[in-house]
């Protein structure tokens, strides 16, 4: 005779392990499900920023665009993939929580990656700021103290286009395909947000500061982003209405 406890077999060990989890962490589910839908939504913002609004390629052209428009030269530094970066992180936390109870080592080392690619990006976004301050500053500079201020806007610009930014960019993807290989393998919330995920995270593997190339996969990495956090956020959702 089977005892209730194996009836149904892992699947169901699976649902009441989640179930019971989504009972204790129910905020968190929940902030993730919203952070997921913002992210969702701030993502065409951005492209049409970066469309209709090429962020300029010298220190002096950004100087130009802060004194013109300073929430244009805001966005054109990432202002809002800055914010994506700090709204994803309820996400991952709460991708570890599920996730943890069927693959605990590979939840732990995505979140980990989630986490330290997140702290990298922003420490590569010191420009964001910094470069609206300098553009000030070197209004009312004499000329000896405006090439120094070119040369901090330069420093800025180098490492915010570096090789930092790089390693954050390939971190996440790295923890985006942790993440959705474990949801497909296991089929926490069906087959959809795993797939899905590892498209994304396979088109994530090429900075976007690899050149022309790495402009266009990570354009076109926008769209398979979008969907999997509209799959993450619906089953967010579920899990909620089930508990």
């Known amino acids: 005779m089977v005892g209730p ?18 009972t204790q962490w129910r905020g968190m589910i929940r902030l993730a499900s919203i952070s997921a839908i913002v992210v969702a939504c701030l993502i065409p913002l951005q492209a049409a920023v970066f469309l209709l609004s090429p962020p ?53 080392l995505a979140v980990l990656l989630g986490l330290f690619s997140v702290l990298l990006f922003l420490v590569t976004r010191e420009a964001t700021f910094s470069m609206w301050i ?7 500079a004499d000329p000896t103290q405006q090439a120094a201020l070119l040369a901090s806007g330069q420093s800025l610009l180098t490492w ?8 954050s960019y390939v971190l996440g993807a790295i923890s985006t395909l942790l993440f959705s290989a474990a949801l497909l393998r296991h089929r926490i919330f069906g087959r959809a947000p795993g797939v899905v995920g590892l498209i994304t995270g396979v088109t994530m593997l090429v900075p976007a500061n690899v050149g022309m190339v790495g402009l266009v996969v990570a354009m076109l990495s926008l769209i398979p982003t ?5 799959l993450l956020a619906r089953a967010f959702h579920r899990q909620l209405a089930e508990t």
Do not use: E, K
């Open 160 to 167: 915010y286009n570096g090789g930092t930014f790089g390693l």
């Open 56 to 108: 300029p390629s010298t220190v002096l052209g950004f100087f130009d665009l802060f004194q013109r428009n300073p929430g244009l030269g805001l966005l054109d530094l990432d202002l809002l993939l800055t914010l994506d970066y700090l709204v994803m992180l309820p996400l991952y936390l709460a991708l570890y929580l599920i996730i943890r109870h069927r693959a605990p080592s590979a939840a732990l």
């Open 5 to 22: 406890a194996r009836r149904g077999g892992p699947r169901i060990l699976l649902y009441r392990a989640v179930r019971d989890m989504s």
């Open 134 to 140: 300098l553009s000030d500053q070197y209004q009312h």
């Open 226 to 230: 979008m969907l999997w956090l509209i």
